[in-house]
């Protein structure tokens, strides 16, 4: 059983489209956060959300919009994809007890995406 | 804003022993994580330092001075499929943010 999963693992797209990553957790975390890793492997955080809350909104363009329908669930739309946007996507969530995080973010696999 | 510096690559031989740096400036810190990934994988969480000092994994080791803004991750009796790249990562601020160093990409050789 996949803790956290996303779809689409591979999105090839042209430039100008609109497109969407999708992201479960099985692991009754309350914490979800979306990762861009590049092609040199930078990993820069983008969106956290907290019990469905967004609490960190790192400088991304305002064409991706999060959303995070329950805590099990967060999603990635991007509008009017741009070359730079190619990278792999990464979703991952943590625990967060009494208000201190524990420390370990699980992720998922992966969802790379290329823009033509 | 936060920055985290490791050695971009390291090369050991297999059963030895590497060490990988991590020097970081962040406000508000609560602990460094130290992750692995892959080619083509995702990273993996191997250890968390929230305190000074040494923590123990099995062949993995992690250790943390927060005074010198400093941590190293320590892969013992190194195999070949330790072979990936290596990541710092603090949490900071008031919402624990994850921040992620460049990673260090280490080459096992027989």
């Known amino acids: 059983d996949t803790a956290v999963s996303q779809t689409p693992k591979y999105l090839v797209t042209q430039m100008g489209n609109d497109k969407s990553i999708k992201c479960e957790q099985n692991?009754?975390?309350?914490?979800m956060y979306w990762y861009k890793q590049d092609s040199k492997k930078f990993l820069k955080i983008m969106f956290s959300?907290?019990?469905?809350?967004?609490?960190i909104n790192e400088t991304v363009p305002n064409r991706f919009s999060p959303k995070s329908p329950d805590k099990a669930h967060l999603n990635l739309h991007i509008n009017s994809l741009e070359l730079g946007d190619s990278a792999v996507y990464f979703c991952?969530?943590?625990?967060?007890?009494?208000?201190?995080?524990?420390?370990?973010?699980?992720f998922g696999e992966g969802s790379r995406l290329t823009v033509l | 804003g936060q920055s985290l510096e490791q050695p971009s690559e390291v090369t050991a031989v297999e059963g030895a022993i590497v060490q990988i740096n991590c020097t970081y400036q962040t406000s508000g810190f609560y602990g460094l994580s130290w992750y692995q990934q892959h080619d083509g994988g995702a990273p993996t969480f191997l250890s968390y330092?929230?305190?000074?000092g040494l923590e123990e994994t099995g062949r993995f080791s992690s250790f943390l001075s927060r005074s010198d803004s400093y941590g190293y991750l320590l892969l013992q009796e190194l195999q070949m499929k330790d072979s990936a790249s290596y990541f710092c990562?603090?949490?900071?601020?008031?919402?624990?943010?994850?921040?992620f160093g460049t990673g260090t990409k280490l080459q096992v050789i027989p």
């Open positions: 991952a969530s943590s625990r967060t007890t009494s208000g201190v995080n524990t420390g370990e973010l699980f």
């Open positions: 990562a603090v949490r900071s601020g008031g919402y624990q943010k994850v921040t």
């Open positions: 330092n929230g305190l000074d």
């Open positions: 692991l009754g975390h309350d914490t």
């Open positions: 959300y907290n019990n469905k809350e967004l609490i």
